[in-house]
């Protein structure tokens, strides 16, 4: 590159140069790296725990079926209570279990024909104010199917009733039947029911 001509200096004597000026220096980019995300939105969220939920497990024990049964009257469901235990102390080898009672109750009726499950005398629906109760019972498998069946049957003969009818009127059959075993008049049962130590008349321990 060819050196400027030299000025002449308004001091005797001496020159200089008057440089071209320099060009910035130039900065090499830098990559910005990258921010990395939370180490928590990396991680997989936990499974959240079951504790704290709504659902609660109602698995039956084996041979049965958790069912839902209807009481359109509150006072009905105690004069099945009375019912068992009028049949526990009279009828040999009847179920010693409140739940069992239901079972058989239902089995009873389904063994019926049509006709008959139509003519079965039921215990009467109390009168006067009530609430309707849903109780679920752990009924044997084997009276669940005998009321499946009937039903099949039932509706052959053009008789169409839910579930909860049916066992609803099974227990009202077996009211008025252990009714009428005691004579008319059914114990009134309070607190716990009693188990098979009250059969046939034997007192409870």
Same mark, same amino acid.
């Given at each position: 590159?060819? &050196?400027?001509?030299?000025?002449?200096?308004? *001091?005797?004597?001496?020159? @200089?140069?008057?440089?071209?000026?320099?060009?910035?220096?130039?900065? $090499?980019?830098?990559?910005?790296?990258?921010?990395?995300?939370?180490?928590? !939105?990396?991680?997989?969220?936990?499974? &959240?725990?079951? #504790?704290?939920?709504?659902?609660?497990?109602?698995?039956?024990?084996?041979?049965? =079926?958790?069912?839902?049964? @209807?009481?359109?009257?509150?006072? *009905?469901?105690?004069?099945?209570?009375?019912?068992? +235990?009028?049949?526990?102390?009279?009828?040999?080898?009847?179920?010693?279990?409140?739940? &069992?009672?239901?079972?058989?109750?239902?089995?009873? @009726?389904?063994? *019926?024909?049509?006709?008959? #499950?139509? #003519?079965? !005398?039921?215990?009467?629906?109390?009168?006067?104010?009530?609430?309707?109760?849903? %109780?679920?019972?752990?009924?044997?498998?084997?009276? +669940?199917?005998?009321?499946?069946?009937?039903?099949?049957?039932?509706?052959?003969?053009? =008789? +169409?009733?839910? #579930?909860?009818?049916?066992?609803?009127?099974?227990?009202?059959?077996?009211?008025?039947?252990? %009714?009428?075993?005691?004579?008319? $008049?059914?114990? $009134?049962?309070?607190? &716990? *029911?009693?188990?098979?130590?009250? %059969?046939?008349? +034997?007192?409870?321990?």
């Amino acid at each position: 590159m060819a &050196r400027p001509p030299a000025r002449k200096s308004s *001091l005797a004597g001496s020159s @200089y140069f008057t440089p071209a000026p320099a060009a910035p220096p130039v900065r $090499e980019a830098t990559a910005t790296p990258a921010t990395s995300a939370p180490a928590a !939105a990396e991680q997989t969220a936990a499974p &959240r725990s079951s #504790r704290g939920s709504n659902t609660h497990s109602s698995a039956a024990p084996a041979g049965t =079926q958790r069912i839902a049964t @209807y009481w359109p009257h509150h006072a *009905l469901l105690p004069l099945a209570r009375g019912a068992y +235990v009028a049949d526990l102390q009279r009828v040999p080898g009847s179920p010693d279990s409140f739940a &069992r009672w239901i079972g058989q109750a239902v089995r009873d @009726y389904a063994q *019926l024909t049509t006709a008959g #499950r139509e #003519r079965a !005398a039921l215990e009467p629906v109390p009168e006067g104010d009530g609430k309707t109760l849903a %109780r679920p019972f752990n009924i044997p498998t084997d009276d +669940v199917e005998a009321m499946h069946r009937a039903q099949r049957v039932d509706l052959e003969h053009n =008789q +169409v009733r839910s #579930r909860s009818e049916f066992i609803t009127r099974a227990i009202r059959a077996a009211i008025a039947t252990a %009714r009428e075993r005691a004579g008319g $008049e059914l114990p $009134e049962v309070k607190g &716990r *029911l009693p188990g098979p130590a009250t %059969r046939l008349g +034997v007192p409870p321990a």
